[in-house]
């Protein structure tokens, strides 16, 4: 079965620097999608970024950025320029189409101004 | 994309009560799932749901408790019966295709 982990519950960063949220995964799969979720306390879910397995090319969203390394299994995302909106829940999620979502624990992130 | 409009948002209800919660979604789509997020934790899926045949739910999660309806392709319904406190929790529907869209989610607290 797939698994996500996210070994840091809670992550705090300085506004307008950068902080990368980290996240590792188990599949046997070749192809899947991995996404990052930003839960903020209203709990919507947004779709922070989203990474297609089969494309080597690291997804880039304005100031999100993640380095997939498939071979390692791991997906990191990476926040630039961190702002008072970016403190949320961040979720690392696996998809393989057909099959259910696979969340990981989630990580706490803080931003101080 | 999708479109999900869920309700409600969020109600505060007596132990022994049931609460139905409702999705709709703006295209047709096949499966619609149920996750509940009990405080501070992760995403946990209750079961999907099929227009036309029965809910498929996870371990841990019973029919009798959690009936789920899925009239059409665009509708489905949560229903959480005879809640007690440990039901407190935020539920979200969702629906996938090459993501998934969620519903704005429902924080239910039972008192």
């Known amino acids: 079965a797939q698994t996500v982990t996210q070994s840091q519950p809670e992550m705090s960063v300085q506004e307008a620097e950068t902080v990368t949220l980290s996240c590792t995964y188990d599949t046997s799969e070749s192809d899947y999608y991995l996404f990052w979720y930003k839960q903020p306390p209203s709990r919507q879910m947004i779709l922070v970024i989203r990474?297609?397995?089969?494309?080597?090319q690291n997804a880039t969203e304005n100031r999100f950025s993640v380095n997939f390394q498939k071979a390692a299994k791991s997906f990191s995302l990476k926040i630039s320029d961190s702002q008072l909106g970016d403190a949320a829940m961040y979720f690392c999620a696996y998809l393989k189409y057909g099959n259910k979502l696979v969340f990981g624990a989630g990580t706490i992130l803080r931003v101080k101004s | 994309s999708a479109v999900i409009s869920q309700k409600p948002s969020r109600d505060i209800c007596q132990r022994g009560t049931s609460l139905t919660i409702q999705c709709q979604v703006d295209s047709q789509v096949t499966m619609m799932f149920w996750y509940r997020q009990q405080p501070g934790q992760s995403l946990t899926l209750i079961a999907t749901a099929n227009q036309g045949s029965e809910a498929t739910y996870e371990s841990g999660f019973v029919i009798d408790k959690f009936p789920i309806s899925r009239p059409n392709l665009t509708f489905s319904t949560l229903t959480v019966s005879n809640m007690s406190p440990e039901d407190s929790s935020i539920y979200l529907c969702?629906?996938?295709?090459?993501?998934?869209?969620f519903g704005q989610g429902t924080r239910l607290t039972v008192v």
């Open positions: 969702s629906v996938e295709r090459t993501e998934a869209f």
């Open positions: 990474q297609e397995a089969y494309k080597q």
